[in-house]
């Protein structure tokens, strides 16, 4: 056993302290959110529901896959975030490998011209005249190619290949008469699975996230991801439409949109839930790759 001085055990508790309250702001709303869902709605409207579920009732699930728009926002959100994400994974391998190698003449140029536009960019208006002309507006086209690719990753798996991947082992490649695809495809990337994962999981999340951009450009709402339904589902439900009916069915269709908006929370973020722990030390390495110069 270490004998730890006095100063180091009120440093351990103090960090336990602040770390045990962290912990609990994050979970609460997390847990508050996933109970409330699974609650009759007029508890929770009441207030009576603070952690634990009461009056279990899965009314509010049953309703979301009877809900025609939720479930078109739902398989939209999966297609732009799969074809996304394929795209940007290929992007940024595009743009990371050759930047990485040591005889791409110009590279440093070409890596400043980049992140030159992480600080300076054309602006909304600008932008929305650019895709307007070309013919991008309220397409399927215009929630994959604007967000291509992330500078930050290409620096991010640029770096891995500098710094994980032996300059040797492609050298040997080539001495072998490997083309520089060859290299890439049997040599690089199956030694950037750790990176590859971290790709996925930092462009999944963002474009399962991602509403600002469909709210923008989309206008048919056969085209609008989940994100942009839950937004009007959350709007229609604090809007206070409900007062112009009669008052119990007003209070009616508040509970029942209470409960909704809640179980709506908890489907659209399962995913990202479910996928983020298998990935867990991957994000991890990926952001101490990002933190080393390169």
């Not at 049997?186 to 509403?211: D, E, K």
């Not at 048919?220 to 112009?244: A, H, N, T, W, Y």
Request: glycine share 6%; hydrophobic share 50%.
């Amino acid at each position: 056993m270490i004998d730890r001085s006095l100063g180091d055990r009120v440093f351990n508790v103090v960090n336990y302290v602040l770390l045990s309250l962290i912990c609990i702001v994050v979970l609460y709303p997390l847990l508050f959110v996933l109970s409330a869902s699974v609650s009759n709605p007029e508890t929770v409207l009441r207030g009576e529901m603070w952690l634990i579920p009461k009056e279990f009732n899965l009314d509010s699930y049953t309703k979301i896959f009877q809900n025609k728009d939720i479930l078109m926002g739902y398989g939209n959100t999966i297609l732009y975030t799969a074809m996304g994400t394929a795209l940007n994974l290929v992007m940024t391998v595009c743009a990371a490998y050759p930047l990485s190698r040591k005889d791409f003449a110009g590279r440093g140029l070409i890596t400043g011209l980049i992140v030159f536009t992480m600080f300076f960019s054309g602006g909304l208006i600008p932008t929305y005249l650019l895709i307007k002309n070309l013919n991008m507006l309220d397409t399927f086209w215009v929630m994959i190619i604007p967000n291509a690719v992330s500078v930050w990753n290409i620096i991010i798996m640029r770096t891995f290949f500098q710094q994980s991947i032996p300059g040797e082992i492609q050298e040997a490649a080539m001495i072998d008469g490997s083309s520089h695809f060859q290299t890439l495809f049997r040599v690089v990337l199956p030694l950037s699975m750790p990176i590859i994962a971290v790709m996925v999981l930092f462009y999944a999340v963002g474009h399962w996230n991602a509403y600002f951009n469909a709210l923008i450009y989309l206008s048919s709402k056969d085209k609008f991801p989940l994100q942009l339904i839950l937004r009007e589902l959350l709007v229609q439900s604090d809007s206070g439409d409900f007062i112009k009916l009669t008052s119990e069915a007003g209070v009616r269709l508040k509970m029942s949109m209470e409960g909704l908006k809640y179980a709506v929370l908890v489907v659209a973020n399962l995913p990202m839930l479910i996928l983020y722990p298998f990935l867990q030390r991957y994000f991890v390495k990926g952001i101490m790759i990002g933190a080393l110069k390169g």
